[in-house]
């Protein structure tokens, strides 16, 4: 039996039709089965932040699976511990949990809103969390109440209580749904899955204020935008925003699963002993992954790289979209997180089948997008090489 004979007979079908078997990468190179080298401007969804199998990022991940790969949190190890102290000194005073994935963080957020809403105002009394239409927030039920997309929530209902939706970048939309029961609004900074729409410096400072008002926190997701890939360490810190907790994952491993959040001061001891937990979460061999990926994107100077190379990319994606006026509606984004938008009449699905065939990785996203999401330690030819096979696919459209 073939790997996709195989996978369709006994994997669980969430992920539709897939035809292509990865063997192995190498910076931003992925190989196939059969050999063929495509450029991967994916990063398996901003996942591998410094490149497939990076030097630095394997000898650290061999050298911590050979000393002690798990142990629980009933006891402590020093990469965690250098993890908190890393992501504090980057975010801000507070403190973090660790945990595997960007769903688990957003539940960490969704479960410390409440806990500090009952609080500051008694139990049942301050629960609501706002949350932006078009948003994604992962595939828990807590983060499924969360995301205000029919397509994610369908099927799943009742939902979690205690969500209003307002719409991303309309401050007067957040408004009117905000009160003193509001525990929480989290938004992502600049929203990912659902087509790469970077958020107004104004929506966020205005959240930012209407949370103030009405004693709630304000979160941000980072799961996607995080971690260097908008050109500063948090997307976040480009629009000079601090919030009261962030939830990261996606790069934050450099291919490793996990996850992390982090909490203010104010509310960095709300989660008390045997209020949340996690049996994987925080465990040394992730927490020294996502070590070598912080040294990595310290020592090669990756924000700025990120930021330098996302103008550029910018720059070369707006003249291919001006070439193809009648095939790109238009191109958008922040960093290395940006997307090309289709006219209709052109899926998205079909371009990225195409694109893979001539060798470039790229992944949809909604509103018919998209997205160019490569390793953060990217170089100009690279971009003029993904770019040479984007432009040549749409031509051939
Ligand atoms: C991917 C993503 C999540 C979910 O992360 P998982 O690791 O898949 O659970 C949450 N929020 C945002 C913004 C994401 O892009």
Known sequence: ????????????????????????????????????????????????????????????VAKQ??????????????PNADLCEALVKRIGAGK?????????????????????GAKVAGEGKKFRILTARDGFHGRTLGAVAATAQAKIQHGFEPLLEG???????????????????????????????SGVTPATAGFLKGLKKLARKHKALLLFDEVQCGFGRSGEFLACQRYGVKPDGVSMAKGLGGSFPIGAVWLSRPVQDIFTPGTHGTTFGGNPLACAAALATIAELDSKKLCANA????????????????????KIKLTRGLGLMRAVLFCDGYKNTDVCARLRKNGLILIPAGANALRFLPPLNIKKSDVDAAVKIFDKTVSEL
């Not at 079908?13 to 190498?26: A, C, I, L, Q, Y």
């Not at 905000?178 to 609004?185: E, T």
């Open 163 to 193: 969500f209003s939706y307002g719409n991303f970048n309309d401050l007067a939309s957040f408004e009117d749904l905000m009160g003193d029961d509001v525990a929480a609004i989290l938004v992502e900074p600049v929203q990912g899955e």
């Open 1 to 60: 039996m073939t790997t996709l004979e195989k996978i369709k007979k006994y994997a669980m079908p969430n992920f539709g039709e897939r035809d292509f078997v990865v063997s192995r990468g190498k910076g931003c190179a992925l190989f196939d089965d059969k050999g063929k080298k495509y450029i991967d401007f994916g990063a398996g969804i901003a996942v591998a932040s410094i490149g497939h199998a990076n030097a630095r990022w394997v000898r650290a």
């Open 65 to 78: 699976a050979a000393e002690i790969a798990h142990c629980s949190n009933l006891y402590v190890t020093k």
């Open 307 to 326: 930021k330098a190379m996302g103008e550029y990319l910018d720059s070369k994606l707006k003249a291919v979209a001006a070439r193809h006026a009648g």
């Open 96 to 116: 973090v949990f660790v945990c595997n994935s960007g769903t688990e963080a957003n539940e960490a957020l969704i479960k410390a809103a409440r806990l500090y």
